[in-house]
């Protein structure tokens, strides 16, 4: 069964800094493309941070030079230290992974950027 675990979530100040990590189960983790995706209040999904099995990473203009992905293999966990946050990264960031036809989504955390 494909668990994927999301923690780190917070508030923070505009300027700061979070790291989100997801802890996935269920599946040969380090064979997988993963993914980080957020969603707004009152907008879709976007994806933010893209990792494939070997390392590449993938940024959105949004975030390049702000958001790092990252992953260890050893630990079946997937990394997204986000700095310089600003009021618009505001949402829930959830981890991703589509394994065949299958999408699996975790169940989310909040990260909130206010003064």
């Known amino acids: 069964q494909v668990q994927l675990v999301e923690s780190g979530g917070g508030l923070v100040q505009p300027g700061g800094s979070l790291r989100l990590s997801c802890a996935a189960s269920?599946?040969?983790?380090r064979h997988w493309y993963m993914r980080w995706v957020r969603q707004a209040p009152g907008k879709q999904r976007e994806?933010?941070?893209?990792?494939?099995?070997?390392?590449?990473?993938n940024y959105p203009d949004s975030v390049k030079g702000r958001f790092t992905i990252s992953r260890d293999n050893a630990k079946n966990t997937v990394y997204l230290q986000m700095n310089s946050l600003k009021p618009e990264d505001t949402g829930v960031y959830y981890c991703?992974?589509?394994?065949?036809?299958?999408?699996?989504w975790g169940q989310g955390t909040q990260v909130t950027v206010s003064s």
């Open positions: 269920g599946f040969q983790f």
């Open positions: 991703n992974v589509l394994l065949l036809a299958n999408n699996y």
């Open positions: 994806l933010v941070a893209a990792i494939f099995s070997g390392g590449y990473t």
